[in-house]
């Protein structure tokens, strides 16, 4: 299997809070030992987006419209990407991918689907 697997989602009521996981595949470790790492996701009806990226080393970056509630960490001995979300608002609802940035169409997995609703 070449390709990342995200796991964690679920229907959360808004207030509450997430943590995604993501995980490479043996054949594609590599990638991400090299690469920086991205959250992204698309909700219904809309364009995929850039969540966020990490680096191999270093802290994490956010698009501006994400700062504040989300946090992206990794690690690397695990081969591992994780979103934590707080507060989360039903505008949140969507699917979550993880994949190197700029994003590598290849190796996209099937996604977790977060659902904020009451």
């Known amino acids: 299997q070449v390709q990342f697997v995200e796991s964690g989602g679920g229907l959360v009521q808004p207030g509450g809070s997430l943590r995604l996981s993501c995980r490479a595949s043996r054949a594609i470790t590599s990638v991400f030992n090299s690469y920086t790492m991205g959250w992204y996701r698309q909700a219904p009806g809309k364009q995929r987006e850039l969540v966020g990226s990490i680096a191999r080393v270093g802290s994490a970056n956010y698009a501006d419209s994400m700062k504040g509630r989300f946090t992206i960490s990794r690690d690397n001995a695990r081969k591992s990407l994780y979103l934590q979300i707080s507060d989360l608002k039903p505008e949140d609802t969507a699917v979550y991918y993880c994949?190197?940035?700029?994003?590598?169409?290849?190796?996209w997995g099937p996604g977790t689907q977060v659902t904020v609703s009451a």
């Open positions: 994949n190197p940035v700029p994003h590598s169409g290849d190796l």
